[in-house]
DNA sequence: ACAGTGACAACAT
DNA sequence: TATGTTGCCACTG
């Protein structure tokens, strides 16, 4: 399992309505200096419309540390990501910003992480 | 083996 | 606020 799946896993845990960074995901896993590595997983994704991982994957609830959506403009943009966070009920205001006092995932502990991992695995 | 590439983050202007 | 700089790191060819 490469960092790439586990940074899939992570995101599959995100509910509904709730919001993450790059960076607190990377930390999850261990890695707190992997941000740029978890957007990297991401954009990866996109190349990969077919998979159905694509579509089962919420994507839309990473968001910078700042609570910025970071994604540029490519297949889908920044309106896409803020339309579906809206759809599920998360504010996201014109400057395409969001309140992390409140929509902010508080994440997992590195137990319950290990436990994600060991069912990826199967 | 190695250099290039980002949907980052923290900090300095 | 808004840019710019620097450090980062997994993956790719």
Known sequence: ???YEQVYAVILQIPRG????????????????????????????K?????????KLPWQR???????????????????QAERLRA???VVNNKLQID?????WEGLHWMEIDDILKVQKE
């Open 62 to 80: 990473v968001v910078n540390s700042k609570g910025r959506i970071s994604i540029v403009n490519r297949e889908y943009g920044r309106n896409e």
């Open 47 to 55: 190349d990969k419309q077919d998979d159905p991982l694509h579509a």
């Open 1 to 3: 399992m490469n960092f």
């Open 18 to 45: 709730k919001v993450s960074s790059y960076g607190r995901i990377a930390s999850m896993l261990g890695r707190p200096r992997a941000a740029r590595a978890v957007g990297f997983a991401l954009n990866a994704l």
């Open 100 to 104: 992390l006092d409140i929509y902010l």
């Open 88 to 90: 599920e009920g998360v």
